[in-house]
Nanobody, 126 residues
Framework: QVQLVESGGGLMQAGGSLRLSCAAS????????MGWFRQAPGKEREFVAA???????YYDDSVKGRFTISRDNAKNTVSLQMNSLKPEDTAVYYC????????????????????WGQGTQVTVSS
């Protein structure tokens, strides 16, 4: 099984930047599509960004133009660069891995991701 560990969260004022990283181990990293999700208190876990097996990027409209997802297969890592942070970005951020599916990639559905990290807290103050 693949194991995921997030890092890079913390406190940041609005307008600032943070870079989250996710280290994967256990299986061939390039075999997985990777996603970032977030969950605020009292809310459902929501999609943030994903990168497919073919390196196509997907973003939720709320972060499009501000966040960038990338991967480094040689290092088995995926990153989320977060710029122009807003208080509404405050949440626990989770890294997730999705196994290859021959019928296609579903970027934003939590049920499609079999493996999850423990999460890292991001708090943005106004």
């Amino acid at each position: 099984q693949v194991q995921l560990v997030e890092s890079g969260g913390g406190l940041m004022q609005a307008g600032g930047s943070l870079r989250l990283s996710c280290a994967a181990s256990g299986r061939t990293f390039s075999s997985y599509a990777m996603g970032w999700f977030r969950q605020a208190p009292g809310k459902e876990r929501e999609f943030v960004a994903a990168i497919s097996w073919s390196d196509t990027r997907y973003y939720d409209d709320s972060v499009k133009g501000r966040f960038t997802i990338s991967r480094d297969n040689a290092k088995n890592t995926v990153s989320l660069q977060m710029n122009s942070l807003k208080p509404e970005d405050t949440a626990v951020y989770y890294c997730a891995a999705q196994e290859f599916k021959p019928l296609g990639f579903v970027a934003s559905a939590t049920r499609e991701y079999a493996y999850w990290g423990q999460g890292t807290q991001v708090t943005v103050s106004s």
